[in-house]
């Protein structure tokens, strides 16, 4: 059928040569942007996936330079704090070298502190002028804030992460199990002569001698029986023989003056527990200091000595000087630094009773005194006897029985800072070995104590404290050996939990590193005491992956390095400064310990920064730029164009194109027939 209206076929041939362009010029925008999806018409699905996939990228793409970022501001600190660590070893150096102030002049010594003031000035430079981009690293600004400096307890606190989440704030609670315990050994009582265990200085001090003078010669009365009281009346008007009677407690005695010396100690001898003494000597009053067992070396030519024991414990070579004093009342008094005791009588005589002498020794710190005989023995009845100065020696002594070893003894004592060997004689006292031992305290970290006996205990506490004694020899009688509690003993460390998480522990220290806090708390020795802080805010936020929440962050604590925040618990590092408390003038040792204390948490701070970047930031950055490849590798694969497939795709539409072209002439060509019908 031949129609010239409608040319059918040049239709069809215009609807494939449409076609054929729309190909072609898909195929030339894909082959000239290089994507295949180029608007939402191309792939509607394809382009929600590409877009959200290039979100992505371009997230990754700035944690990736946050990293980056945040691995330089750590390099800048590290780098700062590598000088701040070659001065404080060049501290260090000077102290060390102050300390041989047997060897150097003080001039030396004083060119020595220069040196480090101008340290101590280099440091505190650095702390506040290290920056990144305008931001101070090392002053403290990027500290944690936090209420831990209220708690009593808490020696010491180092905040190294913590994750604040949403709230902007973190609650820490501390539950102490057990606190850290030091190391000891002791030595029990064997170990020493029984009587000297707890030794004590004695002195029986002759203080009144009970005299009748008859016709010029001396009758002392001594008994074993307790008095109430003994009186004594000199009967003028009578020419017999003197007459005594015992009872009820209280010894009456008259005699007259003229009585024969023995009549009066027939007398005195009748009576029961009473005996009558014809004295030897030139007067009345020379008793004998004696004291414990060496009373039976005592002089009893005078008969029974009433006197006063008097103790100190802990005294070596107590002297005691009964003197004639100038005060109405009996004053007494000891010197500790010369352990000597002064008993100045009494003017008025009706106060110097044996009972008011013996309240004012008892009055006095670390004496007492007790009423004795010439055996020790303590007597009760005396109370009303008053002393005179006639009645006293000038100066009496009395030798302390020190506690002893019972023999030889060699050992090596072991702590956690060293060892050392001590030899000691047979009859070394508790307190000679402890001063031998606490000398080189330092030396060992193990000091001695003789309270209560001897032990053995270390300076430092925890696991790492050690008291170890290690016999070399002994002699035959001696038992110290025996003795010990243990020949090797070691302390423990804290038990912790904090936010009930366990702590890892190391003596007062304990510390716990989560996904939501890094920290480290030192508190008092010993201290078992609970508590709680909040961190606030503070740290350095580095923001590490592609989403804004708090699991891809991390927050990291820079305390400050200036000399007033550095240090221990021995001090801060400005107190090494001229005129400070820690100067090589006024204290190299506790100078000694404070560097040591700031080089090691320097040294800790810089471990931390570099473990933070070697770990947390170089892995990072590996995670994200694999994590980026294969994002954009997924992208790209759903949005980059195949030129090898859009490639043959042009071509088939330049073929389709010109073939359709061609056709549509012969199509429309077709028509032109129906004249040669006409003809």
Known sequence: ????????????????????NADLQQALTRLSTGLRINSGADDPAGLIASEALRSEVTSLGR???NTRRASQIISTADSALGQTSNLLNDIRGLVVEAANSGALSDE???ANQLQIDSSLEAINRIAQTTTFQGRKLLDGSLDFVSSAGTIASLNDVNIDQANLGTTGRIDVAIDIKSAAQQASVSVSDSAFNAADVDPSATNTVATKTIDIVVGGETVTITGNADFASVTITDDTASNATATAVNTAGAVEITFDSDSNPSDVQDVLDALNGIEGLVATSDGPGTGTVVGGDAAASANTADGTDVGLEVTGT??????VNYTAGTDADVVATFDADTN??????????????????????????????????????????????????????????????????????VFQLNGADGAETFNFGAGTSLAQIKAAVNLVSDST????????????????????????????????????????SSTRQTGSDIEATINGVEA??????FSINTSTLDLSLTVDKGSTTDFTFSITGGGALFQLGPDVTSNQQARLGIGSVSTGQLGGVSGRLYELGSGQAKSLTNDVNGAARIIDEVVDKVTSLRGRLGAFQATSLESNLVSLNETLSNLEEAESSIRDADFAQESANLTRAQILVQSGTNVLSLANQNPQNVLSLLR
């Open 108 to 110: 030396e010594i004083a």
């Open 445 to 484: 970290g193990v000091t001695a104590d003789d309270t209560g006996g001897l032990s053995f205990t270390s300076d430092a506490y925890g696991s790492d404290a050690l008291v170890n004694i290690e016999i070399i020899s002994e002699g035959t009688l001696g038992e110290f050996e025996s003795s010990l």
């Open 63 to 65: 944690a990736i330079s």
């Open 1 to 20: 059928m031949t129609r010239i209206n409608t040319n059918v076929p040049s239709l069809v041939a215009q609807n494939r040569l449409q076609a054929s």
């Open 314 to 319: 802990g005294l070596d070579d107590l002297t």
């Open 504 to 509: 890892s522990a190391k003596g007062n220290t």
């Open 340 to 409: 000597t005791l002064n008993v100045a009588l009494g003017t008025t005589t009706s106060n110097n009773t044996l009972t008011n002498i013996k309240s004012k020794i008892d009055a006095l710190t670390d004496l007492s005194s007790t009423i004795v005989d010439d055996a020790g023995d303590a007597l009760t009845g005396f109370d009303d006897l008053t002393v005179s100065t006639a009645d006293l020696p000038a100066e009496a002594t009395g030798t302390k029985i020190t506690a002893g070893l019972k023999d030889t003894l």
